[in-house]
Nanobody, 127 residues
Framework: QVQLLESGGGLVQAGASLRLSCAAS????????VGWFRQAPGKEREFVAA????????YYADSVKGRFTISRDNAKNTVYLQMNSLKPEDTAVYYC????????????????????WGQGTQVTVSS
């Protein structure tokens, strides 16, 4: 069982940066692949970024590639999402999700792939 807690959201102007954190309970968090998703009002939840267990291989949605960076610190049981050059269209509730990784390099990019979810943190970008 893994519990996830997001933090770091807020209200910023376009062009600013935010760093989201996803803190996990459990001693084996390094065995879990993690993803970030977001959901804007009236829209479906969409994939943002993913990171594999252990090796830290990453993958991004085209809409955030080059602006967002996902990383993990297994010693702190935490995954981060560094968001730079934020745009109004990045406004959403951001969720982190986790699942046991099938292999060291496994990445998961759809919501049904994940077993555990946090409660979300609001990110609002004003123009």
């Amino acid at each position: 069982q893994v519990q996830l807690l997001e933090s770091g959201g807020g209200l910023v102007q376009a062009g600013a940066s935010l760093r989201l954190s996803c803190a996990a309970s459990g001693r084996t968090f390094s065995s879990y692949a993690v993803g970030w998703f977001r959901q804007a009002p009236g829209k479906e939840r969409e994939f943002v970024a993913a990171i594999s267990r252990y090796s830290g291989i990453t993958y991004y949605a085209d809409s955030v590639k080059g602006r967002f960076t996902i990383s993990r610190d297994n010693a702190k049981n935490t995954v981060y999402l560094q968001m730079n050059s934020l745009k109004p269209e990045d406004t959403a509730v951001y969720y982190c999700a986790a699942r046991l990784g099938w292999s060291t390099n496994s990445l998961y990019t759809t919501a049904p792939d994940y077993n555990y979810w946090g409660q979300g943190t609001q990110v609002t970008v004003s123009s």
